[in-house]
């Protein structure tokens, strides 16, 4: 079942919206998110390249500019919350993405399943044990063509059974990562960063693995001076 909708509701990162975000200075009605462009300091933002015949964006390049991809991949409907269960009409990595892209502006890639997840929470379990076991590579529906217009990657996901989704691995993997910097950011329910660091590791072993940020999923509305102390640190915000 595809339960992912273009949502606009505040406080929300539409897909359309995210990919779209670099060229529609405009759209900042969606998610309450600015849309001052992408790219740290860049004020003409690429747009992004989501591969299937998609041509590769022209791109603004200024000396010593850090240019920044925020790709990402979250989840929508039954998750889990508090012990229990919770439905999510916006996934948390999602929630988390939109304010470190309001923090820094960036370009900003939804990863998407060509299967997507199931709505149920044990569904998406069960399916990501199975996937885990058999190092499955789950396809991605909107494949990035090359990230070779940027130099600094933040990668975010949920953390699922105490690493990254394999889909994260398949994306991951399929790009070139030589002299980029990775850094990961995920939301998560008790397991903190999990495996994450040595899963991107693996799956990119010509890339910089930088700090990764950790935030509560339950807790991710809260989570912007977390995101902005991070962000800091890594020197993508003054
Ligand atoms: C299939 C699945 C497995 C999960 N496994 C873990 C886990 O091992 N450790 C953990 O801390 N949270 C786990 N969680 C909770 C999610 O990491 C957490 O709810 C996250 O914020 C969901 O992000 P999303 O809404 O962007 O998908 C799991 C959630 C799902 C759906």
Known sequence: MRHRQ????????SRRSLVHA?????????????TSGC?????EPSPLATGRGTPMPETTERPGERRILLAYYSRTGENYY???????????????????RQLIGCDVYEIEAADPYPYSY??????????QNDSARPDIANPLRSI????TVLVGSPIWNNRVPMIMSTFVESLDFGGKT?????????SGLGSTERD???????????????????????????????????????
């Open 22 to 34: 670099a060229l529609a200075v405009g759209a900042a009605a969606v998610a309450g998110i600015g």
């Open 182 to 190: 990775l850094y990961p950011f995920v939301t998560y329910a008790v």
């Open 82 to 100: 508090y012990g229990g269960r919770r439905i999510l009409e916006v996934g948390n990595t999602e929630v988390l993405a939109g304010m470190i």
């Open 148 to 151: 070779s217009d940027y130099d």
């Open 6 to 13: 273009t949502r606009t509701t505040r406080g929300t990162l």
């Open 122 to 131: 044990d569904a998406t379990v069960d399916r990501n044990v199975r996937e």
């Open 39 to 43: 790219g740290a300091s860049r004020t």
């Open 200 to 238: 991107y590791a693996a799956s990119a072993p010509s890339a910089t693995i930088g700090e990764g940020l950790a935030v509560r999923g339950e807790e991710v509305q809260s989570a912007q001076s977390q995101a902005e102390q991070w962000l800091r640190r890594l020197r993508l915000r003054s």
